[in-house]
């Protein structure tokens, strides 16, 4: 059974940073897409970033480019979002994601597996 834990999120003032991590474990996903998703409360979950397997490839929603970047371990079995320049408007639950490709994240918006999810809240 595949198991995404979420780390790092909390609270932090409009234009400061922080690094997200997710962890893996039950399996290596070495050959998955992973990504992040984020929801607000009363609104839909939305894709934010994206990475292939080999990280070769990267997606990104128009309202984080430039401030975020994804990355991968894969010795780890880690994923990691770097969120630089956060705005209020980044508020929201923070959901770490894999699917067996990349398609499957940025078309299908349907995942195999789902993190439980931390909490990001930028402050005035």
């Known amino acids: 059974q595949v198991q995404l834990t979420e780390s790092g999120g909390g609270l932090v003032q409009a234009g400061g940073s922080l690094r997200l991590s997710c962890a893996a474990s039950?399996?290596?996903?070495?050959?998955?897409?992973m990504g992040w998703f984020r929801q607000v409360p009363g609104k839909e979950r939305e894709l934010v970033a994206v990475i292939n397997w080999n990280g070769g490839y990267t997606y990104y929603a128009d309202s984080v480019k430039g401030r975020f970047t994804i990355s991968r371990e894969k010795a780890r079995n880690t994923l990691y979002l770097q969120l630089n320049s956060l705005k209020r408007e980044d508020t929201a639950v923070y959901y770490c994601?894999?699917?067996?490709?990349?398609?499957?994240?940025?078309?299908?918006?349907?995942?195999?597996?789902w993190g439980q999810g931390t909490q990001v809240t930028v402050s005035s």
């Open positions: 039950g399996r290596n996903l070495i050959s998955y897409a």
């Open positions: 994601a894999a699917g067996q490709n990349t398609g499957v994240l940025v078309i299908q918006r349907s995942p195999d597996y």
